[in-house]
């Protein structure tokens, strides 16, 4: 919670934190598309939870096109519903920007993802058993304590002032690519 605190510029129109499995999902929203209570995050619809950053532009598209039976106006149930129904392989549907995570209770699994541009950040931490993430770094630090990462620092000096993905200026705290996602299962990273 004290970590999702600091994430309240983002998303001040409503926060809260959902246990599942052991496992803590938080979200603070800002609320565009649907103002209505049901589409808030961490969202869940027959055990896939899910938070996520951004806009699905085509999501009204694809909920005729794909024939998706939703229960709210929100984009963010069309991820949910196109994971479904396509599994990993939605992504290529979508016109957007984002950042999101699945859990799928059934399948044990964090499907995470960035759009093709990157412009909705996602950071993580995997490490001894722990998988940590959020949209900015800071709330990661409040759970650990991250060595500085040299190789990142000259990186970032050389390279207009930024550090590019996968680096962050920390050694454990990594910085998801754009155009790519990873699956977190039985403690490995795919």
């Excluded at 983002?10 to 565009?32: C, M, S, W, Y």
């Excluded at 951004?54 to 039976?69: Q, R, S």
Aim: with cysteine.
């Amino acid at each position: 919670k004290k970590g999702l605190s600091l994430l309240n510029n983002r998303g001040p129109d409503f926060q809260d934190v959902k246990e599942v499995n052991n496992v803590l999902l938080g979200h603070t929203r800002l609320a565009i598309i649907d103002l209505n209570n049901e589409a808030n995050q961490p969202m869940e619809f027959d055990k896939i939870v899910l938070v996520f950053n951004g806009e699905i532009y085509n999501y009204k598209e694809l909920i005729k096109t794909e024939n998706l039976k939703v229960k709210t106006k929100s984009d963010s149930e069309v991820i949910i519903r196109l994971y479904q129904k396509f599994g990993f392989e939605f992504l290529d549907k979508l016109n957007a920007m984002f950042a999101f995570c699945i859990y799928d209770k059934k399948k044990n699994l964090f499907f995470c993802a960035m759009d093709r541009f990157g412009k909705k950040p996602f950071f993580y931490l995997f490490k001894e058993n722990k998988f940590i993430f959020a949209s900015e770094i800071n709330p990661i630090k409040t759970l650990i304590n991250p060595k500085e990462d040299k190789t990142a620092k000259s990186l970032y000096y050389s390279s207009f002032k930024h550090y590019p993905a996968p680096y962050t200026p920390f050694e454990s705290i990594h910085k998801l690519p754009p155009a790519s996602y990873m699956i977190v299962k039985n403690n490995k990273i795919i």
